[in-house]
């Protein structure tokens, strides 16, 4: 079975652009995180999606902005682009909104 | 704030022997602890979850969780090489919309 997949694996973007990341749950699980991972650092929480409802936001500003489709699939949006905004992002999937969560491999985000 | 902590590392075990990882954590509501592997470049990996006071066995990991002293630790029997990564343990706060709050990690290296 395929486990959780994204897209770009990488990118790079100027400051001021935006970017839309993607993910696709492994399969029957229907809830997606997201989460950012600076280099040396644990992953951060950004967003929880459950059945299509965010469950869940952390400490992140309105810059980011995320959703989660019919097919359980889910999207990642960042406005305004920082420099700041480098970094892994991971997209988790799990079975239910508080069952253990597998991660893709990431989308590697360089701002420049 | 509430926060896991764990220690950086590097901790370093010759081939064979127990490898032991330990995390504490500030959320007295926190249920559930996970603890994940990421080799460099790579994303975390699952590889054991716990709910319960006391031990978790599964293949040459044992995690151990008291939820009174608020410690969770991993060990790791018979450490081979490809252990080498850094382990990062996660609480799940179930009252902050399913977010795994993450220690930073420990960097395990497992000598030949």
């Known amino acids: 079975d395929a486990g959780v997949t994204q897209s770009p694996t990488h990118l790079i973007k100027t400051r001021g652009q935006h970017v839309t990341l993607r993910c696709s749950p492994i399969?029957?699980?229907?809830?997606v995180s997201w989460y950012q991972q600076v280099l040396g650092q644990g992953p951060q929480f950004i967003f929880q999606y459950y059945e299509k409802e965010e469950r869940g936001r952390g400490n992140f500003p309105d810059r980011f902005s995320a959703r989660q489709f019919p097919n359980y699939s889910s999207e990642l949006n960042v406005n305004a682009l920082l420099l700041g905004d480098s970094a892994l992002y991971l997209c988790?999937?799990?079975?239910?909104?508080?069952?253990?969560?597998?991660f893709g491999d990431g989308t590697r985000l360089s701002i420049l | 704030q509430k926060e896991v902590e764990q220690n950086s590392g590097p901790l370093s075990v010759p081939e064979g022997a127990i490898a032991s990882l330990n995390c504490t954590y500030s959320d007295r509501g926190s249920q559930s602890f996970f603890w994940y592997r990421q080799y460099s470049g790579k994303s975390p990996e699952l590889i054991m979850f716990?709910?319960?006071?006391g031990d978790k066995e599964d293949g040459r990991f044992t995690a151990q969780l008291n939820k009174a002293s608020q410690y969770v630790s991993l060990l790791i029997r018979d450490s081979q090489p490809s252990d080498s990564a850094t382990y990062l343990c996660a609480g799940l706060q179930e009252d902050a919309g399913n977010m795994l709050t993450f220690g930073g990690g420990t960097r395990l290296m497992v000598k030949p």
């Open positions: 988790a999937s799990s079975f239910g909104a508080n069952q253990p969560q597998h």
């Open positions: 399969s029957g699980h229907k809830s």
């Open positions: 716990i709910y319960s006071n």
